[in-house]
C-alpha cells in the first residue's frame, strides 16, 4: 500500500540516498517547502550570505572530497546569482548539483514574481540542466544528476524544482541503489595506442610531462609520479593541476604558462616529447600557439574527446580514464628494456642550469612584506595535509610558484573562469567536507571584498577556516598589466577605500591582526595556524611587487619577460649622459 509523500520530502529522501552531508543555500519563497522537510531531514545546510558563495562551497566540497557538492538557491535572483559558480565549476570540470527552486508550475511562463528560466541560462554553465514536472520524477532525476556530474568528464548539473511540484505528493519509490559511486569513462585507446606511446616515449631524450586537472579528478597522482621516476621525466603542471606532483621532488617543474618558471617554460620550448595528460592546452599555458612546444611530438591523454586537437595537434591520443591510461603504460614500460636514462640526465642537468640562470626569486631583504615570503611561509607553518583555497589575481600566481605542494586535492583555484571571490567559500566548503584539517583562505583584498559577508557564516557554524589577506591596496593583477602593457594608465584599480580588515573580522567575534613588515611574517604565519578558529592576518605587502616571470598577451613561452627591468642607479645614469 503507497503512502504519498510530499516532493520536498521525497527530494530530501534521494539526497540522502547519494549520501549527501551538506548543503550550502540561502532559503526564497519558492523552496519554503523543501527548508520546512530540511528542519528535520538530518543533512547538514549551512546559511550562505550570497547564493554565488553557495556555488563555490558546493565546489570547494567537490574539490577536496571528489564527491558532489550540493548547493540550494530560490528562483529568480537565487539561481541567476549561481550562475558564476556553476560556470566556473564547468570551466575546471568539478561535479557540483545545483537545486534551485521555481515558481509554481502553472505560472511558469506567465513572468511571476522572482521567475527566470533557469533551465535556459544554466544550460551553457552545466553538462546538463533539468525540470521537474512532477513529484514521481525527483528520485530519478537527482540519480541522473549525481551520475552525469561525476561521469565522464566531470561538471555541474542543475536541478530545477517548481514550488508546486515540492508540495505535490507522490510515491515516494526510489532507484535500487546509488550510481554516481560507479561513474563511466570513455576508453577509446587500444593496446596498440599504448605500445605506440611506450615506443615514443623511451625514443626521446627531452621529455616533459604535463599533468592538469584531470589527474586530480581520476585520482592518478600516485601513476604519475610512478612513471616520471621510471622514465626521468620532469612534470610541470598547469593550476588546476598543482598538488598532483610534489612541489619539492627532484623532477618537479612546478607551473608552466604565462606565470611558469623560466626553466619550466624553456623545457617545453625544447622538448623533444610532451605528455599531456588530463590537460587541456589552455591559452594561459601554450601562449602563441606557433610557439609552443615547437618541436617536440606530443601524446594527449584526456577523458574528453572533444578536446583532442581543440587548439594543439596531438601525434597520439588516448582518450579515457588517465588513471587507466596511466598504469597501461607503466606496465608496458616495465616489459621493455630498461630506460636509457644517460641522456635523461643530460636533459635534466639543462633544465637545473636553466633555473639556476633565471630563479623563482623576489627580494628577501626587503623592510615591507613580500607577497612571495607570505606565501613561503604560510607554506612552511602548514600541516602537509592543509588545503588552500585562492581567489584570482597576483596572490594566485605568487601561491603557484612558491607554496609547497605536498598532495593533490589540496589546492582550490577557479583557474578556467578566473573567479574573483572564490577563494573564501570554497575554504569554507573545503573545511565543511574535512572540519579536522587545516583550511586556508589566502585572498587578495579585491577578491575577499566580493564575498566576505560569509565571515558571519564561519562564525555562526564554527567554521575555522584561516584567513590570509594579500593586502596591495589594489587590483594588483590589472594595476600590473596597465603598468607593463598600458604605460602606467592606471585607471580604477585603487583599493585604498576597503574596510580595515582587522575591525571589520573583529566586529564578528573573529580574532584578527594586520601585518606590515617582513620581520613579523612568519610569526604572524605560525600564529594564523596555531588553533582550529577562525582566524584573519591581513597582509600588508608591497603595493609595487608585480608577478614575474610573464609572456606578454599574443607572445609565445620563449618571449617571456623573465624579471621586471632594472632601475639604473644615479652613477649609471650619469655615466649614460657623460657617454653621449
Not at 616533459?208 to 585520482?219: E, I
Amino acid at each position: 500500500m503507497s503512502n504519498p509523500v510530499p516532493g520536498a520530502e521525497i527530494l530530501l529522501e534521494s539526497l540522502r540516498r547519494q549520501k549527501v552531508e551538506v548543503i550550502f543555500g540561502l532559503p526564497g519563497g519558492a523552496v519554503l517547502p523543501l527548508y520546512d522537510a530540511l528542519y528535520s531531514a538530518g543533512i547538514r545546510h549551512l546559511l550562505v550570505r550570497h547564493e554565488q558563495a553557495a556555488a563555490f562551497a558546493a565546489d570547494g566540497y567537490a574539490r577536496v572530497t571528489g564527491k558532489p557538492g550540493v548547493c540550494l538557491a530560490t528562483s529568480g535572483p537565487g539561481a541567476t546569482n549561481m550562475m558564476t559558480g556553476l560556470m566556473s565549476a564547468l570551466m575546471d570540470s568539478i561535479p557540483v548539483v545545483a537545486l534551485t527552486g521555481q515558481v509554481p508550475a502553472p505560472l511558469i511562463g506567465k513572468d511571476a514574481f522572482q521567475e527566470a528560466d533557469t533551465v535556459g541560462m544554466a544550460l551553457p554553465a552545466t553538462k546538463r540542466a533539468f525540470l521537474v514536472k512532477r513529484a514521481a520524477e525527483i528520485p530519478e532525476v537527482i540519480e541522473k544528476a549525481f551520475e552525469i556530474a561525476v561521469s565522464g568528464r566531470p561538471g555541474p548539473v542543475l536541478v530545477d524544482l517548481p514550488k508546486s511540484v515540492l508540495m505535490e505528493k507522490a510515491d515516494p519509490a526510489q532507484p535500487t541503489s546509488p550510481r554516481y559511486e560507479r561513474p563511466t569513462r570513455p576508453r577509446e585507446w587500444t593496446e596498440a595506442d599504448i605500445a605506440r606511446a611506450a615506443d615514443m616515449l623511451l625514443e626521446s631524450r627531452r621529455a616533459v610531462l604535463y599533468a592538469g586537472g584531470g589527474v586530480v579528478a581520476s585520482g592518478a597522482s600516485d601513476e604519475l609520479r610512478e612513471l616520471a621516476e621510471l622514465t626521468r621525466i620532469p612534470v610541470t603542471t598547469t593550476v588546476m593541476g598543482l598538488g598532483t606532483f610534489p612541489s619539492r621532488h627532484p623532477l618537479s617543474l612546478g607551473m608552466l604558462g604565462m606565470h611558469g618558471s623560466y626553466a619550466t617554460n624553456m623545457a617545453i620550448c625544447h622538448g623533444d616529447l610532451l605528455i599531456a595528460v588530463g590537460a587541456r592546452f589552455d591559452d594561459r599555458v601554450t601562449g602563441r600557439l606557433d610557439g609552443f612546444a615547437p618541436v617536440a611530438k606530443k601524446i594527449h591523454f584526456d577523458v574528453d574527446p572533444s578536446e583532442i586537437n581543440k587548439n594543439v595537434a596531438v601525434d597520439l591520443a588516448l582518450v579515457g580514464d588517465a588513471k587507466e591510461a596511466l598504469q597501461a603504460l607503466i606496465a608496458e614500460i616495465k616489459r621493455r628494456p630498461a630506460v636509457a636514462l644517460a641522456e635523461r640526465e643530460q636533459w635534466l642537468g639543462r633544465i637545473r642550469a636553466w633555473r639556476q640562470e633565471h630563479p623563482l626569486t623576489y627580494d628577501k631583504y626587503a623592510h615591507l612584506a613580500k607577497p612571495q615570503y607570505v606565501v613561503e611561509a604560510i607554506s612552511e607553518a602548514a600541516e602537509d595535509d592543509a588545503i588552500i583555497a585562492v581567489d584570482v589575481g597576483q596572490h594566485q600566481m605568487w601561491a603557484a610558484q612558491f607554496y609547497n605542494f605536498r598532495q593533490p586535492r589540496t589546492w582550490l583555484s577557479s583557474s578556467g573562469l578566473g573567479s574573483m571571490g572564490y577563494g573564501f567559500p570554497a575554504a569554507m566548503g573545503a573545511q565543511m567536507a574535512f572540519p579536522d584539517r587545516q583550511v586556508i583562505a589566502l585572498v587578495g583584498d579585491g577578491g575577499f571584498q566580493m564575498t566576505l559577508n560569509d565571515l558571519a557564516t564561519i562564525v555562526q557554524y564554527r567554521v575555522p577556516v584561516k584567513i590570509a589577506v594579500i593586502n596591495n591596496r589594489s587590483l594588483g593583477m590589472v594595476r600590473q598589466w596597465q603598468e607593463i602593457f598600458f604605460e602606467k594608465r592606471f585607471c580604477d584599480i585603487d583599493l585604498n577605500f576597503a574596510p580595515d580588515f582587522v575591525k571589520l573580522a573583529e566586529s564578528y567575534g573573529i580574532p584578527a591582526t594586520r601585518v606590515e613588515h617582513r620581520a613579523d611574517v612568519a610569526e604572524a604565519a605560525r600564529e594564523l595556524l596555531s588553533d582550529r578558529e577562525p582566524r584573519l592576518v591581513d597582509f600588508w605587502v608591497d603595493p609595487a611587487e608585480n608577478c614575474y616571470p610573464i609572456v606578454p598577451p599574443g607572445a609565445s613561452l620563449a618571449e617571456m619577460i623573465v624579471e621586471p627591468p632594472r632601475v639604473m642607479a644615479e652613477e649609471e645614469v650619469l655615466d649614460d649622459l657623460w657617454a653621449v
